[in-house]
């Protein structure tokens, strides 16, 4: 099972990642009942990067910077791919 972990702390929240929420809709059938999609507290990574990057989301804990739906859709598809 592939997991996807998308920061809900405030910072990456404002910054994009509230519409990384239409994600479970937007997986392709094949991958659907593949991928975990959970929220997180914030992952820290938006103290300890300059620039910020955000929203930061996780995928089998590899961060994505500047998260979108379709960069998350690919990322998946490599984790489920290589294995
Ligand atoms: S709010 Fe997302 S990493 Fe801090």
Redesign the pocket.
Known sequence: MTTVKI???????VMG?SELWTLPEALPAELKDRVTVKGSP??????NEKPVK???VEVNGKVIREASVSKIIEVIKDEIGGK
């Open positions: 920061c809900s702390g405030t910072l990456c929240y990642g914030c992952l820290g990574y938006c103290n955000a929203p930061y």
